[in-house]
């Protein structure tokens, strides 16, 4: 199985300001990532797919990077809605894996 | 709006069996994937099954191969999982979603809790 190490666990940001999140395969998947954003008592939420394409509804301040192992999603001028629970996911092989999560939290 | 509704988790003692269902909406059910994730306490995300659009292929990771079993009634817009010779391992909180033919997961329930303990 293709392992997915994120970093980092955890990120502490004001509103307004901009973070990455890093997604790391343990062998190529050339540009299939997905990013998904989970909050508590909501159904968690997909926010790109293909390393870089914005699931309809996904605002603009969130951007996807990379191809072959190194992956980053940035979040730019953070809104207060942001703050939550972050995993990649690889979606270039059977079985689908995903990374262990990075809590995005209010400085 | 695509709504994806599971049922059917709760408290089960090691070794027995449950049946967790999904109820869809918003979406031409028949057309579409399906797949189980699931959620361990404090634990990342692990898919579980994937099941396709009319039933014909299914697919497991490997520790719960032999003991779960996806299915669907399409005419009831309805996703299931059997889950046989529970473990304490599989607790969990299972999500239903819609996996796309590019194999990422479109849309997520809300989830339901299985605890698997005596």
């Known amino acids: 199985d293709v392992q997915m190490t994120q970093s980092p666990s955890n990120l502490a940001a004001s509103p307004g300001e901009s973070v990455s999140i890093n997604c790391k395969a343990s062998?190529?998947?050339?540009?299939?990532l997905a990013w998904y954003q989970q909050k508590p008592g909501k159904a968690n939420k997909l926010l790109i797919y293909?390393?870089?394409t914005l699931q309809s509804g996904t605002p603009s301040r969130f951007s996807g990077s990379g191809s072959g192992t190194d992956f980053t999603l940035t979040i730019r001028n953070l809104e207060p809605e942001d703050f939550g629970l972050y995993y990649c996911?690889?979606?270039?092989?059977?079985?689908?894996?995903f990374g262990a999560g990075t809590k995005l939290e209010l400085k | 709006e695509v709504q994806l509704v599971e049922s059917g988790g709760g408290l089960v003692q090691p070794g027995r069996s449950m049946k967790l269902s999904c109820a869809a909406s918003?979406?031409?059910?028949?057309?579409?994937?399906m797949a189980w994730v699931r959620q361990a306490p404090k634990k990342g995300l692990e898919w579980v099954a994937y099941?396709?659009?009319?039933?014909?292929?299914?697919y497991y990771r490997d520790p719960v191969k032999g003991r779960f079993t996806i299915s669907r009634d399409n005419a009831k817009s309805t996703l299931y999982l059997q889950m046989d010779s529970l473990r304490s391992e599989d607790t969990a909180t299972y999500y239903c979603?819609?996996?796309?033919?590019?194999?990422?997961?479109?849309?997520w329930g809300q989830g339901t809790l299985v605890t698997v303990s005596s």
């Open positions: 918003g979406f031409t059910f028949s057309n579409y994937g």
């Open positions: 293909s390393g870089s």
């Open positions: 996911q690889q979606h270039n092989e059977y079985p689908p894996t």
């Open positions: 979603t819609i996996l796309t033919t590019g194999g990422w997961f479109a849309y």
């Open positions: 099941i396709s659009y009319d039933g014909g292929s299914t």
């Open positions: 062998k190529s998947i050339s540009k299939y």
